[in-house]
Each structure stands twice: as C-alpha cells, then as structure tokens.
C-alpha cells in the first residue's frame, strides 16, 4: 500500500504561482508513477500532469504545459507540482494518485489505474 498526503493548495489571484506537494509514504521502494488530476465543479477528474520513478517521463495536459511543472524527490518520497499564471480554470480540487510503474517506465493516463489517492486540495483561482 502507498499513502499519499497533498498539501499546498490555497486561493490565489489570476496570475499568481502555487505549489503543491504530495507526500508518500509505505511501500514505494517498487516504483510508482505519481500523477496530479484536477477535479473541477460538475467536471470529470483530468489527469494535469505525471511523473515517472526516476522522473525521466514527465507529461502534461495541454492546459499545464509550459505553467505548470511537475518534480519529485524520491529521497524524500515527495512529488511537487510548481502551478505558476495560474487562470480561473484551474480551480479545482487537485488529487495526487500513483500506482506502480509499468515495465519501462511507463506511466497509465487515465485516472482508473491509479491505484492510490490522496484526499486532494483545494485550488481556487479568482480572477
């Protein structure tokens, strides 16, 4: 099993930065891909951003790319995601999820093979 904790999330003006983080914990010494979803009002969860174990393959939803940047420290188990000219759009609830990586570093797209979730939080852009 792996625990995943989010933090970072808050309200922010159109144009700010937050960062969010996501802390793991129990048995990660597999490999787990780590992603980031999105959940807005009335909206399905998308998948914003996923990383791969050695951080090699990092991909991006087209709404993420060039704003946000996703990290992780696997010495400290812990998975970043830098949000920076952040829109209204981007309000949601932000989960963290991971499941163990496939053979050569693959990571699944779509939020039903995560195995793992965290409780998520709470981005709110005003404009």
């Known amino acids: 099993q792996v625990q995943l904790v989010e933090s970072g999330g808050g309200s922010v003006q159109a144009g700010g930065s937050l960062r969010l983080s996501c802390a793991a914990s129990?048995?990660?010494?597999?490999?787990?891909?780590v992603a980031w979803f999105r959940q807005s009002h009335g909206q399905e969860r998308e998948l914003v951003a996923r990383?791969?174990?050695?951080?090699?393959?990092?991909y991006y939803a087209d709404s993420a790319k060039g704003r946000f940047a996703i990290s992780r420290d696997n010495a400290k188990n812990s998975v970043s995601l830098q949000m920076s000219s952040l829109k209204p759009e981007d309000t949601g609830m932000y989960y963290c999820?991971?499941?163990?990586?496939?053979?050569?570093?693959?990571?699944?797209?779509?939020?039903?093979?995560?195995?793992?979730w965290g409780q998520g939080t709470q981005v709110t852009v005003s404009s």
């Open positions: 990383i791969n174990q050695d951080a090699s393959i990092a």
């Open positions: 999820a991971a499941h163990r990586q496939l053979s050569g570093g693959a990571c699944y797209a779509v939020s039903p093979y995560y195995t793992f």
């Open positions: 129990g048995d990660t010494d597999s490999g787990v891909c």
